[in-house]
């Protein structure tokens, strides 16, 4: 099994709404990452989460809050987003340094 | 920082060869990857190769990695409508666990 998988698959929140998006993989994976992709560029990183811990944090706005449960499932809350962080948002996992990571296939938000 | 670069698109026919290139500046990366996205979806894993290998082969894909270049390139053989995607290369440094992407390549391939 070598599935990340990501819910929900699309999402249309209000500014005002508060939401979660899902991410969880059973490969046994201690690392885990949040993604966001703008149409035609390539994935920015967001969050890295290693041994369940906060490890990098890329300068992200309050109104993204990551949080890692246990070490197969990663969270995303989104609180009073704006029209502009409308995008893709990927989750992927590896299993620590310098290996592979695979990725979900992603949660497409629309902010309006 | 790291940068990494490729061209913006690529165009091929069915069945011929399809060569992405992909250049880097981090010289202590250690794993090298070609991820595929189709419209809509995720990334796709394609393949790695670890940075003290020159040539990795899996069926139809080949990356040759010049280190001293700092130059990377995924092969296609015999390509077909379906590998119509964007390919992103992206290097993992020795630093710790994030992945540094290129800017993607569009690739097309024509019947």
């Known amino acids: 099994d070598t599935e990340v998988t990501q819910t929900p698959k699309h999402l249309v929140m209000g500014m005002t709404n508060k939401k979660s998006l899902k991410c969880e993989q059973h490969?046994?994976?201690?690392?885990m990452y949040w993604y966001k992709q703008k149409a035609k560029k390539p994935p920015e990183l967001m969050f890295v989460?290693?041994?369940?811990?906060?490890?990098i944090n890329e300068s992200v706005p309050s109104r993204f809050s990551p949080e890692c449960p246990n070490s197969s499932l990663l969270n995303l809350h989104l609180h009073a987003l704006q029209p502009e962080d409308s995008a893709l948002y990927l989750c992927?996992?590896?299993?620590?340094?310098?290996?592979?990571?695979?990725f979900g296939q992603g949660t497409r938000l629309t902010v309006v | 920082g790291e940068d990494v670069e490729q061209s913006l698109f690529l165009s091929v026919r069915e069945g011929d060869s399809s060569v992405i290139n992909c250049t880097y500046t981090?010289?202590?990366?250690?794993?090298l990857y070609w991820y595929k996205q189709e419209p809509g979806a995720g990334l796709q894993l394609l393949t790695y190769?670890?940075?003290?290998?020159d040539m990795k082969q899996d069926q139809r894909l080949t990356v040759l990695l010049n280190k001293k270049d700092k130059h990377l390139s995924l092969r296609i053989a015999d390509t077909q409508t379906g590998d119509s995607a964007i390919y992103f290369c992206a290097e993992r440094g020795n630093a710790g666990n994030m992945l540094t992407f290129g800017g993607g390549t569009r690739l097309m391939v024509k019947p």
């Open positions: 490969m046994g994976h201690r690392a």
């Open positions: 981090d010289s202590s990366s250690t794993y």
């Open positions: 190769i670890f940075s003290n290998m």
């Open positions: 992927a996992s590896s299993p620590g340094r310098g290996t592979e990571a695979f």
């Open positions: 989460y290693s041994y369940e811990k906060l490890s």
